[in-house]
Protein backbone atom coordinates (compact mmCIF):
# COMPACT_ATOMS: atom_id res chain seq x y z
CA UNK A 1 0.00 0.00 0.00
CA UNK A 2 1.25 3.23 -0.81
CA UNK A 3 1.46 6.02 1.99
CA UNK A 4 -1.46 8.17 0.83
CA UNK A 5 -3.70 5.37 1.13
CA UNK A 6 -2.16 4.31 4.60
CA UNK A 7 -3.17 7.84 5.80
CA UNK A 8 -6.31 7.74 4.63
CA UNK A 9 -7.47 4.11 6.18
CA UNK A 10 -5.92 5.38 9.44
CA UNK A 11 -7.93 7.79 9.35
CA UNK A 12 -10.68 6.48 8.76
CA UNK A 13 -10.23 4.37 11.84
CA UNK A 14 -9.63 7.05 14.55
CA UNK A 15 -12.92 8.96 12.65
CA UNK A 16 -14.67 5.68 13.72
CA UNK A 17 -13.13 4.97 16.91
CA UNK A 18 -14.17 8.86 17.63
CA UNK A 19 -17.98 8.33 16.37
CA UNK A 20 -18.35 5.42 18.83
CA UNK A 21 -16.18 7.34 21.65
CA UNK A 22 -13.62 4.83 22.06
CA UNK A 23 -11.22 7.51 21.74
CA UNK A 24 -11.39 11.85 22.11
CA UNK A 25 -10.78 14.37 19.46
CA UNK A 26 -7.91 15.96 21.00
CA UNK A 27 -5.79 12.83 20.86
CA UNK A 28 -7.10 12.01 17.01
CA UNK A 29 -3.58 12.92 15.09
CA UNK A 30 -1.85 11.10 18.02
CA UNK A 31 -3.48 7.79 17.14
CA UNK A 32 -3.26 8.15 13.56
CA UNK A 33 0.13 8.82 13.51
CA UNK A 34 0.49 5.47 15.42
CA UNK A 35 -1.61 3.91 13.22
CA UNK A 36 0.28 5.00 10.14
CA UNK A 37 3.59 3.44 11.51
CA UNK A 38 2.10 0.47 12.47
CA UNK A 39 0.65 0.10 8.96
CA UNK A 40 3.84 0.71 6.78
CA UNK A 41 6.11 -1.17 9.65
CA UNK A 42 4.37 -3.76 10.90
CA UNK A 43 1.50 -4.87 8.64
CA UNK A 44 2.43 -3.75 5.13
CA UNK A 45 -0.47 -6.68 4.45
CA UNK A 46 -3.30 -4.80 5.19
CA UNK A 47 -5.48 -4.52 2.70
CA UNK A 48 -9.25 -3.02 2.75
CA UNK A 49 -10.87 -6.37 3.18
CA UNK A 50 -8.94 -6.87 6.31
CA UNK A 51 -10.21 -2.88 6.61
CA UNK A 52 -13.26 -3.70 6.62
CA UNK A 53 -13.75 -6.91 9.16
CA UNK A 54 -11.75 -4.07 11.57
CA UNK A 55 -14.26 -1.58 10.99
CA UNK A 56 -17.34 -3.93 11.65
CA UNK A 57 -15.48 -4.57 15.00
CA UNK A 58 -14.67 -1.28 16.40
CA UNK A 59 -17.90 -0.83 17.85
CA UNK A 60 -17.08 -4.10 20.11
CA UNK A 61 -13.49 -3.36 21.31
CA UNK A 62 -12.58 -1.48 24.63
CA UNK A 63 -11.85 1.89 25.02
CA UNK A 64 -8.52 1.39 26.79
CA UNK A 65 -6.02 2.44 24.67
CA UNK A 66 -4.94 1.73 21.47
CA UNK A 67 -3.03 -2.18 22.13
CA UNK A 68 -6.46 -3.56 21.60
CA UNK A 69 -6.86 -1.92 17.83
CA UNK A 70 -3.84 -2.77 17.10
CA UNK A 71 -4.33 -6.30 18.37
CA UNK A 72 -7.31 -6.23 16.22
CA UNK A 73 -5.44 -5.53 13.09
CA UNK A 74 -2.58 -7.89 13.60
CA UNK A 75 -5.02 -10.62 13.94
CA UNK A 76 -6.79 -10.16 10.69
CA UNK A 77 -6.13 -12.30 7.47
CA UNK A 78 -7.94 -12.65 4.56
CA UNK A 79 -10.22 -15.37 5.33
CA UNK A 80 -14.29 -14.76 4.73
CA UNK A 81 -16.44 -15.06 8.27
CA UNK A 82 -18.67 -17.93 7.65
CA UNK A 83 -21.74 -17.87 9.47
CA UNK A 84 -23.78 -20.95 10.49
CA UNK A 85 -27.05 -21.45 8.43
CA UNK A 86 -29.57 -21.54 10.46
CA UNK A 87 -31.62 -25.07 9.83
CA UNK A 88 -34.71 -23.89 8.73
CA UNK A 89 -37.69 -26.43 8.16
CA UNK A 90 -39.45 -25.60 4.98
CA UNK A 91 -42.85 -25.27 4.78
CA UNK A 92 -44.89 -27.05 2.66
CA UNK A 93 -46.98 -24.68 0.38
CA UNK A 94 -50.93 -24.92 1.10
CA UNK A 95 -52.01 -26.60 -1.53
CA UNK A 96 -56.10 -26.55 -0.21
CA UNK A 97 -54.84 -22.56 -1.30
CA UNK A 98 -53.81 -23.33 -4.46
CA UNK A 99 -56.41 -25.49 -5.38
CA UNK A 100 -59.22 -23.17 -4.62
CA UNK A 101 -57.60 -20.54 -6.68
CA UNK A 102 -56.87 -22.02 -9.33
CA UNK A 103 -58.94 -21.59 -13.00
CA UNK A 104 -59.83 -25.18 -14.57
CA UNK A 105 -56.92 -25.36 -16.77
CA UNK A 106 -54.71 -25.30 -13.68
CA UNK A 107 -57.11 -27.80 -11.70
CA UNK A 108 -56.91 -30.32 -14.70
CA UNK A 109 -53.04 -29.83 -14.26
CA UNK A 110 -52.87 -29.69 -10.58
CA UNK A 111 -51.50 -32.86 -9.62
CA UNK A 112 -48.48 -32.75 -12.70
CA UNK A 113 -47.47 -29.74 -10.99
CA UNK A 114 -47.79 -31.28 -7.25
CA UNK A 115 -47.02 -34.99 -5.95
CA UNK A 116 -50.04 -36.44 -5.09
CA UNK A 117 -48.57 -37.59 -1.79
CA UNK A 118 -47.78 -34.20 -0.34
CA UNK A 119 -51.35 -32.92 -0.72
CA UNK A 120 -53.54 -33.23 2.24
CA UNK A 121 -56.36 -35.79 1.78
CA UNK A 122 -58.99 -32.66 2.22
CA UNK A 123 -57.68 -30.97 -0.58
CA UNK A 124 -57.33 -34.48 -2.57
CA UNK A 125 -61.61 -35.04 -1.65
CA UNK A 126 -62.40 -31.46 -2.87
CA UNK A 127 -60.42 -32.42 -6.26
CA UNK A 128 -61.95 -36.07 -6.40
CA UNK A 129 -65.13 -34.38 -6.39
CA UNK A 130 -64.35 -31.35 -8.39
CA UNK A 131 -63.22 -34.45 -10.82
CA UNK A 132 -66.17 -36.67 -11.23
CA UNK A 133 -68.41 -32.93 -11.84
CA UNK A 134 -66.78 -32.63 -15.24
CA UNK A 135 -66.89 -35.99 -15.97
CA UNK A 136 -63.90 -38.18 -15.45
CA UNK A 137 -64.06 -41.78 -14.86
CA UNK A 138 -62.83 -43.29 -11.80
CA UNK A 139 -59.80 -44.84 -13.42
CA UNK A 140 -58.50 -41.52 -14.73
CA UNK A 141 -59.06 -39.90 -11.34
CA UNK A 142 -57.17 -42.68 -9.76
CA UNK A 143 -54.00 -42.70 -12.10
CA UNK A 144 -54.08 -38.60 -11.22
CA UNK A 145 -54.69 -38.89 -7.15
CA UNK A 146 -53.06 -42.09 -6.84
CA UNK A 147 -54.31 -44.80 -3.98
CA UNK A 148 -55.44 -44.34 -1.67
CA UNK A 149 -57.97 -41.23 -2.15
Avoid at 16 to 30: A, G, H, Q, S
Avoid at 127 to 133: A, L, N, Q, T
Wanted: glycine share 2%; with cysteine; proline share 4%.
Amino acid sequence: MTEDEVNTLANELVEELIVFNKIKMNVKNIWATKLIDFFLSEKQDYNLFQHSKVMKSIPKIPADGIQALLELIKQQNNQMETKLISNTTHSKPNYSKIWDKSDEKAKACFYDTFDPQDVSPATKWFSREYFREIGWTEKQITRTLGLPW
